[in-house]
């Protein structure tokens, strides 16, 4: 499997004799928002085709080429064999049709290391634009300090809703299936739940303890039991298995 997703990526880093063939207003104005630090642009639909790549601020060991292909070689050890399902899931999604992808990003959040002995939580955002031909651009974003160096993998789709209920429902059910993927197997106790939920209110410790008639200590164990569980560093990150 990773030898199928690195060469699928591997083909959008050769560069091409006129980018432009990849470009438009479109293109330009997605990557204004996007602001990428890395940007690499391909033809979904004829993956032999050479892509486009460029590094515009990612910083590499100098041995390191400043590839794609770098950077996925460069993912946690921990986070790798979910980056590669997660990476198949998407690609074989995007080969089932052309009606599908119009305005739709793909957006998966991992911790590399790109240069050694420093890891940085990357946002790989994959779009795809339908005009005469089919349009893939990948970016890639160091939100470290954005996330507060969070370093769990997270994944998400944007999309125009309610458009076409049959598309909504196939990309919820890709959603769906790739978020399990990223789920740990771990069962909570109705207590830990109730805590997570309030937590996500917003309310402290001492909030939660009140409402709960139980003390703060007993609240702080339960968040750190919470922590331990998942294997997470921030309790905020497991709001998300609520």
């Given at each position: 499997?990773?030898?199928?997703?690195?060469?699928?990526?591997?083909?959008?880093?050769?560069?091409?004799?006129?980018?432009?063939?990849?470009?438009?207003?479109?293109?330009?104005?997605?990557?204004?928002?996007?602001?990428?630090?890395?940007?690499?642009?391909?033809?979904?639909?004829?993956?032999?085709?050479?892509?486009?790549?460029?590094?515009?601020?990612?910083?590499?060991?100098?041995?390191?080429?400043?590839?794609?292909?770098e950077i996925i070689k460069s993912i946690n050890p921990d986070q790798s064999d979910n980056f590669f399902a997660i990476s198949k899931k998407i690609i074989d999604f995007i080969k089932s049709g052309e009606e599908i992808l119009k305005d739709v990003v793909f957006q998966l959040r991992f911790?590399?290391?790109?240069?050694?002995?420093?890891?940085?939580?990357?946002?790989?955002?994959?779009?795809?634009?339908?005009?005469?031909?089919?349009?893939?651009?990948?970016?890639?974003?160091?939100?470290?300090?954005?996330?507060?160096?969070?370093?769990?993998?997270?994944?998400?789709?944007?999309?125009?809703?309610?458009?076409?209920?049959?598309?909504?429902?196939?990309?919820?059910?890709?959603?769906?299936?790739?978020?399990?993927?990223?789920?740990?197997?771990?069962?909570?106790?109705?207590?830990?739940?109730?805590?997570?939920?309030?937590?996500?209110?917003?309310?402290?410790?001492?909030?939660?303890?009140?409402?709960?008639?139980?003390?703060?200590?007993?609240?702080?164990?339960?968040?750190?039991?919470?922590?331990?569980?998942?294997?997470?560093?921030?309790?905020?990150?497991?709001?998300?298995?609520?």
């Open positions: 499997m990773n030898h199928y997703i690195i060469n699928f990526f591997r083909k959008k880093d050769k560069a091409i004799n006129k980018p432009d063939e990849f470009s438009g207003a479109s293109l330009e104005n997605y990557l204004e928002l996007i602001s990428p630090d890395f940007l690499c642009v391909t033809n979904l639909q004829n993956l032999n085709k050479k892509g486009f790549s460029k590094n515009y601020n990612l910083k590499f060991d100098k041995e390191k080429e400043e590839t794609l292909n911790t590399a290391s790109l240069i050694s002995g420093l890891q940085s939580s990357l946002l790989l955002n994959l779009a795809v634009q339908m005009n005469d031909s089919s349009l893939g651009i990948i970016t890639v974003n160091d939100v470290t300090r954005i996330i507060n160096n969070q370093q769990d993998m997270a994944f998400n789709i944007k999309w125009k809703k309610k458009v076409d209920l049959a598309i909504d429902k196939r990309i919820t059910c890709l959603e769906n299936e790739i978020n399990n993927i990223l789920v740990p197997d771990v069962r909570i106790s109705k207590r830990e739940h109730e805590i997570l939920i309030l937590i996500a209110e917003g309310k402290t410790s001492k909030l939660i303890a009140e409402e709960l008639f139980i003390s703060v200590k007993t609240v702080s164990t339960h968040r750190q039991n919470l922590l331990k569980k998942f294997e997470a560093n921030n309790i905020y990150s497991l709001i998300r298995y609520i």
